[in-house]
């Protein structure tokens, strides 16, 4: 078990934008812009998407769950911020 835990920390500690680059290369990432903007269309919310190449090592290290660090960083996004208030999406 400790093992996993350790093998976990160090892929988290070793990730980078180049492998986010190489999960979603520039033609994805165009791709997913272009259906987002078309969704956005056809009602009145708004959608954001945030990439991360891993998870801080301390946010592994606590066993932080995928859902709990969504949250977290959408809201260092400010996401929940109403359209008057600057986001970063």
């Known amino acids: 078990m400790a ?13 980078d ?3 986010v680059r190489r999960a979603y290369p520039l033609e994805a990432l165009e791709r997913v812009e272009a259906l987002i ?3 956005e269309a056809t009602h009145t919310g708004e959608v954001c998407i ?5 998870l801080p090592v301390g946010r592994v290290w606590r066993h932080v ?11 260092l996004l400010r996401v929940w911020d ?3 208030q600057q986001r970063r999406c």
């Open 17 to 19: 934008d180049a492998d």
């Open 37 to 39: 903007e078309a969704g």
């Open 65 to 75: 769950l995928p859902r709990e660090r969504a949250l977290e960083v959408f809201g």
């Open 82 to 84: 109403n359209r008057t």
């Open 3 to 15: 093992l996993k835990r350790r093998d976990r920390i160090w892929r988290h500690a070793i990730a």
């Open 50 to 54: 945030a990439i991360e190449p891993s």
